[in-house]
């Protein structure tokens, strides 16, 4: 097996792109980087993704480095943040020579994407895998999308289509070769952190979110932060084409309810931002869906077809070793 | 068992302290900071302490947070930076509530030993427990503690005394009652990141590393790092009257050349400014050893006795898994 220095040199020193801010990269006790411009605050964000919890033991490298950049990254979406640098730790159980150069092509290809720059990590060996990333972003204090902006009277609204993630979560475990299974299939994959939104609505969302753990768990936490309630219409939730080609409305519905790991960001706004917003969502060729409004009564009430909604999983993954930001 | 987020309120939230450049803490998509003055520039490390491989299964929860950001910090040390935040990726096979609260008590206590602020992280589940610390801090630009910077002529120094923690994890599998085993297995389980150090050496220091590794493998990045050569006395490296009085001479040497993680620096001067080290000793009451000097001939060259040393295990801790930074 060749020294854990040689892997490093040769897996992830290409991966380092020079960025002009990065003044000193891997290879010392610390990175140095120069710091945003003082008008501007620092967004930090950790994500864990560990084997057998957060992915499936087969899959593949690529993928989980994509998987890895995009959730991490999803987190400075939803701030409004521009990104700026990423760490990784990485447990592994061998060094796997094929396996860590599919991965680090995976996380070249997904830092790019994003334009965010490796500065340094640690890799350590483990009987499980487990990546951590830590992302850094810049954005100004008083465009910062906090969860705790919402306001009575406020729309809210949820980027992409909703539940693709969750479905292609499914479908994995089958082998159907077909358009819908390969979309769905990279909607769980492949999932694209929404930077972009995020950036355009520094100056209309009053309160922003990613669909990390499912549409209603994550609007709570806007809800609770904000100090407000919610009526979301179950029928509003965009559902992609293919999500309702494959599965029955009953269960697309939930999925996109519930399902996590969309990463799609639901945000709140004043009411008459809505024509702002809908040239926001045509600029960026994302589709912007209104789902619901903020009201004053405290919780968050689901209809469907006029009649409360509810469904066992209906508070998304709120158990112990689930993603959560401290 | 109480839910992810009921964990997360009770252990950690009164961990984060409040801090004068953290705009937004815990609770957020993103940790929102005060970035330092421009004329700063940040330090970033990421170091990952894997059960059974870094620490043992029945280490006490305090003990682990108290290492964790100890070997995190002692490389902000080694930078000269001051310490800023912290962030924590902690994964467990289950959330058990005591290791929890003896955990967070720990880190507490660590974190306000060195002043450094909890800003966020990610609580997971997972059949191995696997620690990640992000740290950050501030050291202005000609003053940062590169390996690069070692001159032909400068004299090597450590901190401290060596090899005490390779001897305390010795002991901990014997129990033994008496004050150097007290002394050595603390110098393992609770290390002291040399922060004030590091900022006294920005000044007075041509290079710096900190010994996670063992003195002469983390010597050797200096070496490389900067072109140059060294000659090393045996001897000359700082043993503690704990490791003398409970190992023979040979393999106290052996440890303080080899033994990792002392969280000791090690830094490279100009001849010159010797008295200022002293003074600097004195100052922080922490013995500073003059063990060498930089040669212009490539390669370590370790001297007993004025005889060429060579031990198995001479070169450190370099195979896959032991912690490295990328």
Known sequence: MPSEFELIDRHFASVAAQAADVVLGLGDDCALVQPPASDELLANSTDTLVEGVH???????EDLAWRLVSASVSDLAAMGARPLWFSLAITLPDGNDAWLAAFSRGLKAALKAY????IGGDTTSGATRVLTAHVQGAVKPE???KRSG?????LIFVSGTLGD???GLELLSHAVDSADYEFLTQRFLRPTARVELGRGLTQLASAAIDISDGLLADLSHILKASGVGALVHLEQLPLSDSLAALYSEEQS?????TGGEDFELCFTAPAGRRDEIQLLAKELGLELTCIGEIRSENGLQVLSQGEPWAVSGAKGFDHFGEEESL
Chains 1, 2 share one sequence.
């Open 150 to 154: 919402a306001q009575v009277g406020d």
């Open 115 to 118: 334009s965010i720059t490796l």
């Open 143 to 145: 465009q910062a999308l």
């Open 253 to 257: 519905q939930e999925w996109a309810a």
């Open 55 to 61: 992915f499936l033991p087969d899959i593949a490298a």
């Open 165 to 167: 993630s969750r479905a």
